[in-house]
T-cell receptor
């Protein structure tokens, strides 16, 4: 039973560039959430996708956008990267309308220089 | 607003010691409560959960009881092992939306 998979595992970008992170949910799950985890902090909610729609968004600027595909996989896009965007980006999947509990991937470590 | 506060770490224990990691929450309504664990280089894994007052979640020797009167969900284990060394996150769900709110995490070191 495949768990949540994320790619790439590590990424280094320059300030001002754009990045796309990818996530495949756990088999049978239909909901994908994205979280940002700064070093030494708890995950912060970016947004959640269900039925290809963003159904809730956290306190992140419009530079952060996403998409969910018909096969439930998802992408996170970040434009105009800032140094402060350096973090571990976690994808989590879940089943159904409650959206919990979450099953996490191992994350993408983004470094912005 | 809704939030989770957990004890600051790091917590350092010897093998077979008793573990308590405190967690309190602020929430409207009837939230669900979780403990997640993060091992080095990995994402978070659900450790245990409780969905209503007085429920006790348990897994792998860890336990936590949903206390609505004290708004707490403290994590306990009677005898820790070196393999329990990780970061533990208390989390809150069903707070009126779909997101799960996480505490800042508590790092646990267990010495042999």
């Amino acid at each position: 039973d495949a768990g949540v998979t994320q790619s790439p595992t590590h990424l280094i970008k320059t300030r001002g560039q754009q990045v796309t992170l990818r996530c495949s949910p756990k088999s049978g799950h239909d909901t994908v959430s994205w979280y940002q985890q700064a070093l030494g902090q708890g995950p912060q909610f970016i947004f959640q996708y269900y039925e290809e729609e963003e159904r809730q968004r956290g306190n992140f600027p419009d530079r952060f956008s996403g998409h969910q595909f018909p096969n439930y996989s998802s992408e996170l896009n970040v434009n105009a990267l800032l140094l402060g965007d350096s973090a571990l980006y976690l994808c989590a999947s879940s089943l159904g309308t409650l959206g919990e509990p979450l099953h996490f991937g191992n994350g993408t470590r983004l470094t912005v220089t | 607003g809704n939030s989770v506060t957990q004890m600051e770490g790091p917590v350092t224990l010897s093998e077979e010691a008793f573990l308590t990691i405190n967690c309190t929450y602020t929430a409207t309504g009837y939230p669900s409560l979780f403990w997640y664990v993060q091992y080095p280089g990995e994402g978070l894994q659900l450790l245990l959960k409780a969905t209503k007052a007085d429920d006790k979640g348990s897994n792998k020797g860890f336990e936590a009881t949903y206390r609505k009167e004290t708004t707490s969900f403290h994590l306990e284990k009677g005898s820790v092992q070196v393999s329990d060394s990780a970061v533990y996150f208390c989390a809150l769900g069903r707070t009126g939306g779909f997101k799960t709110i996480f505490g800042a995490g508590t790092r646990l070191f267990v010495k042999a």
